[in-house]
């Protein structure tokens, strides 16, 4: 009675609180014993007979606290008996601790709110209850934003768990799970919904493994080394340097490759010797010739080494050649027969026929950029761009000329259209160590990252290890699905990039199930614990080859083998 009295100063109906008098009095759980800035402690006792409300306390359940007018939201991070022994013949005591998320409260037009943080903290003795399933709903509801349904709530499956997918892609996002947690099928659930909603989305898949073409067999276009073109003159001199070394570049080879390049753009861009004559008797009509005229500089021809303009092999052996025979060398000439055997050897091997073996039929880019960003688009707003069947080597360099394309093509059409850069792996680009992994690529997926946004250029970022990946690129991604995390490195670097991933969310990473994520930021209303719904069989992503029952459909012959190991099939 005086615990009652004492509550009344504080306005608070401590009383069970029940809805109508069909409602199950089972709903009240326990009462508030402690009670911190952001935690309470709730004791409650656990029926020996095994009818009770003992499910609720499970680990990530959300429970309400009854305030009359007001229930505050918390979830159940930690349960505990308060005698350090369990007895199966009487019932048992527990304290369950719970980390306050925020508040239900009811306007004077009757309208009920829910808002993160704590206005009216509980007292002492407020009545834990089942939370209802209306303030479940609207604990997690968007609001005004429009949301999309991606799954549905781990504690309740009545709930659908809702994205805003313009603040997803606008902010970038990241996905981050243990290998076979259901990572692959969740992305392709979620582009699917991208591409619904967003309908000048343009998506590029970077994938190493050669999953996703089975996952989009209507909505995407599938590249890989035999139907890729992506001429060598595309790429920048770090790019096409990391490419010709095998990413252990000799300076002095670099500083000839720089000068060969730009001399073979020039031959290549020079007039007929009939136009060059031509042109040189009108300027002598005209004026007389400025001895001060502009001449190549080693900077003029670093830019001219990096431009985006065709050149041809055959001009770049030739200015290599005479180099080698200027009487007065600029360069050893062991070097320059390096270079030289490095390049012949590059436009002969089969496996980079997307680099040499169609280049000089084309004189512009636009063929390239409209393959592989789907303009226009017809009815395949998607390109897989399949890694896995391009040398090692490679790899590293075509992702940057990719990403590098990606933003310039959002940045220069105005926002016209939208990109959307899927990294899959992506600690493989942007490693944790900057010591690690190529410069470029890590220069352009953080230019995406830092300033893609402004300009229509978006960032997806999935990788099951989120400890070997670079900080600064995680904590660009304002909205997180993390799925299950075993290593607790993990575990902290996904608390360290979200403000709002508390200790007792991240507690229990490590035992989610298969398809369920925790999902924070800003393309959800709060942090909530979801299931992805389950994607159709056949929009499943697959091993290139393989069925859903991990057999391959055929087994190809060995010459069929090598001759694909070779690059030559």
Not at 500 to 508: E, L, Y
């Amino acid at each position: 009675m005086q615990l009652a009295a004492n509550m009344g100063e504080f306005g608070a109906d401590l009383s069970p609180e029940r809805r109508d008098v069909s409602q199950a009095p089972e709903r009240t759980l326990g009462h508030v014993v402690a009670c911190t800035g952001a935690r309470a402690t709730i004791a409650a006792m656990l029926p020996q007979n095994g009818r009770g409300p003992s499910e609720a306390w499970a680990i990530g359940r959300v429970i309400s606290i009854n305030l009359g007018r007001s229930r505050v939201v918390g979830t159940v991070y930690e349960v505990r008996t308060v005698k350090e022994s369990w007895d199966e013949r009487a019932d048992n005591a527990v304290h369950v601790e719970v980390e306050l998320a925020g508040e239900v409260t009811e306007g004077e037009d009757g309208r009920q709110r829910f808002q993160s943080g704590i206005t009216n903290y509980p007292p002492i003795g407020a009545v834990a209850h089942r939370i209802r399933a209306g303030d479940l709903a609207l604990m997690h509801d968007l609001g005004g934003r429009n949301g999309t349904a991606v799954g549905h709530l781990t504690q309740d499956a009545s709930i659908p768990a809702t994205v805003c997918i313009g603040d997803l892609l606008s902010r970038h996002f990241a996905l981050v799970g243990t290998t076979g947690v259901g990572k692959s099928s969740a992305v392709a659930l979620l582009l699917r919904k991208a591409v619904m909603a967003r309908h000048r989305l343009r998506v590029l898949i970077l994938d190493p493994h050669n999953e996703y073409a089975h996952a989009f067999p209507d909505r995407a276009l599938t590249i890989d080394a035999s139907t890729l073109d992506l001429p060598f003159w595309m790429f920048r001199l770090e790019e096409f340097a990391d490419v010709v070394f095998r990413g252990r570049p000799d300076p002095d080879e670099v500083d000839i490759l720089r000068e060969v390049i730009a001399s073979a753009r020039a031959r290549y861009r020079a007039p007929s010797a009939r136009d060059m004559l031509r042109d040189v008797n009108t300027s002598l009509l005209k004026r007389p010739l400025d001895p001060n005229a502009a001449r190549a500089t080693p900077e003029s021809a670093g830019a001219a080494a990096d431009a985006p303009l065709p050149y041809r092999m055959l001009d770049a052996f030739a200015v290599i050649d005479e180099l080698i025979g200027l009487h007065e060398l600029r360069y050893p000439r062991a070097a320059l027969r390096s270079l030289k055997v490095r390049l012949e050897a590059l436009h002969g091997d089969p496996r980079y026929y997307f680099m040499f073996a169609r280049a000089n039929t084309m004189e512009s880019m636009s063929p390239v950029i409209g393959q592989i960003f789907r303009i226009p688009e017809q009815g395949r707003p998607i390109t897989v761009f399949q890694l896995a069947g391009l040398p090692s080597e490679v790899v590293n360099s075509v992702a940057s000329v990719l990403a590098r394309i990606a933003f310039d093509l959002a940045m220069w059409s105005q926002g016209s259209y939208e990109i959307l850069l899927l990294c899959e792996e992506a600690h493989r680009y942007v490693p944790s160590d900057p010591a690690l992994g190529f410069a470029p690529t890590r220069q352009a997926i953080a230019r995406i990252a830092k300033e893609g946004r402004k300009y229509g250029a978006y960032l997806g970022v999935v990788t099951q290890r989120p400890g070997e990946l670079d900080p600064t690129i995680l904590s660009q991604c304002s909205t997180i699905f993390a799925m299950r995390l075993a290593n607790d490195r993990d575990q902290q670097i996904i608390r360290s990039a979200i403000a709002d991933a508390s200790t007792s969310t991240i507690s229990f990473l490590s035992a989610i199930g298969n398809r369920e994520a925790i999902a924070f930021g800003e393309a959800v209303a709060t942090p909530m614990r979801m299931r992805f719904a389950q994607v159709p069989p056949h929009e499943l992503p697959a091993m290139a080859g393989l069925v859903h029952d991990g057999l391959p459909q055929r087994e190809p012959g060995l010459e069929e083998l090598v001759n694909r190991m070779r690059g030559s099939s």
